[in-house]
């Protein structure tokens, strides 16, 4: 009451049998929500959400306590499954994980990243432990027999890279996923570090990107077999069907994005959360009427970019892919 005196108290009781559960088994729930099913290692939600409380650690302690995130691929795991059959390239993953969780023993986060993908998180490290550490993983995975197969000889290449100012999550990772993309293109079987002064170093960008042309970018040119004034309901048809949302819409450009991220912008295993843009160029209407004469067409040019962060860029080619196809099926294509 008013004066602070209890008068009286109610009390809420739950029975966890009658929803069918015991309450051991919400607990086994909740670890198996966090853990990779082949490998129960954490899976890549438990890794986001530990790397956000020591990035939010990180920057509360004035960047005094940094720590390191290696990234491990296995090479050539294609060819592992290729050879020897899935039933090894699933042993060695299972390998793989027990001996980086035996190989750490300061506190490491290990995690699966997904498909022969590894991450260690290293608290209170800096890059030159952070190294030191890969190179130790490195060595060992070397030297040890994975797979069942003794025959079997499997190596991975390490990324490493440190938290500092003004990182991210997102930019912490990435850097150290470049830092394993160098090692991988300058013979497998090495730990590279990246710093944020060699990823700004223009040279750096060259060496890790030889190609010529953006592999994440996908684009397509079509004649569509309708009237121009048509094209803004067929896309319209195209952005209801697909739960797409309009991001920009003027007479000759619209954009739209399709799909979604979490909390953070990492891509999932669905379409749905694997989020893209999507710009839609039409030909100058007049232009288009006058080299048609009239009749019903019009050029269209569509162009697809990811949102967030896709690593491999086979992934992003082949989500564009079904997007361009579905979008050419709302038009009646002549080429």
Excluded at 25 to 33: I, V
Excluded at 222 to 233: E, W
């Amino acid at each position: 009451e008013e004066q602070g005196n209890l008068q009286g108290a109610a009390e809420i009781l739950r029975d966890a049998n009658r929803a069918g559960r015991k309450p051991g088994e919400y607990r086994d729930l909740k670890l198996a929500a966090s853990r990779d099913s082949l490998t129960k290692l954490a899976n890549r939600g438990e890794l986001e959400t530990q790397l956000t409380l020591l990035v939010t650690d990180f920057d509360d302690g004035g960047g005094e306590d940094p720590f390191c995130v290696i990234f491990s691929d296995v090479d050539f795991f294609k060819s592992i499954n290729d050879n020897h059959g899935h039933g090894v390239g699933d042993q060695v993953l299972i390998d793989m994980a027990r001996l980086l969780q035996n190989e750490t023993y300061s506190g490491e986060l290990v995690a699966r990243f997904g498909g022969e993908e590894f991450v260690v998180v290293c608290p209170s490290t800096d890059l030159a432990g952070g190294v030191q550490k890969a190179e130790r993983l490195r060595n060992a995975l070397a030297q040890t027999n994975m797979g069942g197969s003794a025959n079997l000889r499997v190596t991975a290449s390490f990324g490493v890279s440190q938290m500092t100012r003004g990182d991210s999550v997102e930019s912490v990772l990435r850097r150290a996923d470049k830092a394993l993309y160098t090692a991988k293109e300058t013979g497998r079987n090495r730990c590279v570090s990246l710093t944020v002064e060699q990823l700004e170093n223009s040279s750096f960008d060259e060496q890790i990107d030889p190609e010529a042309t953006d592999p994440f970018v996908r684009k397509t040119e079509f004649t569509a077999v309708v009237a121009s004034d048509m094209v803004v309901y067929k896309l319209g048809g195209f952005v209801n069907d697909t739960n797409a949302r309009l991001l920009e819409v003027a007479p000759e450009r619209t954009v739209i994005r399709l799909g979604h991220t979490g909390i953070l912008p990492f891509w999932g295993r669905t379409d749905d959360t694997r989020p893209v843009l999507l710009t839609v160029e039409l030909e100058n209407r007049e232009a288009a009427r006058r080299a048609t004469r009239g009749s019903s067409a019009i050029r269209v040019t569509a162009r697809v970019t990811p949102l967030g962060w896709v690593r491999k860029s086979e992934t992003f080619q082949a989500r564009a892919r079904r997007v361009l196809k579905t979008l050419r099926s709302y038009f009646v294509v002549n080429d």
